[in-house]
């Protein structure tokens, strides 16, 4: 079962924030500002963006995975295992 059954509304203002982030790094790079500055903001960036990373992993567990146990559907909860192994492996790099 591809897709979800939950929402993401709290992750949209932060998103939003972090796009804002992003901009602000592009016009820091656009006006020559100092390269350690524009890294720490990129860092800043990147921490939220990893940040939201992991909220929507939490929801998957909490929804997305439990509903899986609780239909007991052992493809389905295989196929969730496997996600999450694969996206733990992908948050390592």
């Keep these: ?3 979800h059954t939950t929402t993401h509304t709290e992750n949209t203002a932060r998103l939003s924030r972090i796009e804002g982030q992003v901009k602000g790094v592009k016009r820091m790079i656009d006006e020559g500002e100092y ?5 720490t903001q990129i ?4 921490s ?5 990373s992991k909220n929507i992993l939490e929801k998957h567990l909490k929804h997305c995975v439990a509903h899986a146990l609780e ?11 496997e996600e999450i192994m694969t996206v733990i492996k992908r948050m390592e790099k």
């Design 71 to 81: 239909a007991q559907d052992e493809s389905a909860i295989d196929e969730k295992l």
């Design 43 to 46: 860092q800043a960036a990147r």
């Design 35 to 39: 390269c350690i500055d524009i890294i």
């Design 1 to 3: 079962m591809k897709g």
């Design 48 to 52: 939220a963006l990893q940040s939201v």
